[in-house]
């Protein structure tokens, strides 16, 4: 077991018995007798040393959760990728300018933003761009651009984790035109009685 799966499976320990010490304390609160006498019960008949040790754990328990939630609060930001010539720490926000980069040297990509997860199986990257098309087509430049993300991904910053890359077109302008909308109203020199 890795040391973060070790402590993933305290924090959920210490949550699942606060949540059984909420849930018993209310039922004694709210005297629900059949929580609430079998909880009186064996709490009088333990004994003293084992009163001490149960609540020891339950203070020092979510203490432990609390200490290992904020020690993952603080990596929170930072890509971890081995490589054959060791481990690299890589900031989220070098790894989103670095693709950024890499993608606004393509003439057909206007806009980029970009979006990434650290996932167990690696990094789940998610770019959003507004593209002009011009001669290409957009399932070439799709592919082109997710081509560029691996690419940079794995040659150029080292990270052999990628789970998956995805690209979400946010507009698309074609040639000399501003979008691809509908116009709103008909152009004023066509009138729809005359159609009819």
Not at 40 to 58: D, H, N
Not at 127 to 148: C, D, W, Y
Request: charged fraction near 20%; proline fraction near 6%; charge should be positive.
């Amino acid at each position: 077991m890795t040391a973060s799966a070790a402590r993933k499976l305290v924090v959920f320990v210490s949550l699942c018995i606060l949540f059984l010490i909420g849930v018993g304390g209310v039922c004694i609160l709210l005297s629900w007798k059949p929580v609430a006498e079998p909880l009186r019960a064996g709490i009088e008949y333990m004994p003293p040393v084992s009163k001490i040790f149960v609540f020891v754990l339950f203070a020092i328990l979510p203490l432990i959760a609390l200490f290992f939630w904020a020690r993952g609060g603080a990596k929170k930001g930072v890509i971890t990728s081995e490589t054959q010539d060791g481990v690299i720490h890589i900031s989220e926000s070098a790894i989103t300018k670095c693709i950024r980069n890499a993608l606004r040297t393509m003439p057909n990509v206007l806009n980029v933003q970009v979006s990434l997860k650290s996932t167990p199986r690696g990094i789940r990257t998610k770019v959003r761009a507004e593209v002009k098309i011009s001669a290409g087509g957009l399932p070439q430049l799709n592919r082109r651009m997710k081509e560029t993300v691996m690419d940079t991904l794995t040659r150029v910053l080292g990270i052999s984790n990628v789970e998956d890359v995805r690209i979400l077109i946010s507009d698309i302008k074609v040639g000399g035109e501003e979008s691809l909308q509908r116009p709103e109203t008909p152009p004023p020199d066509i009138s729809l009685e005359s159609q009819v």
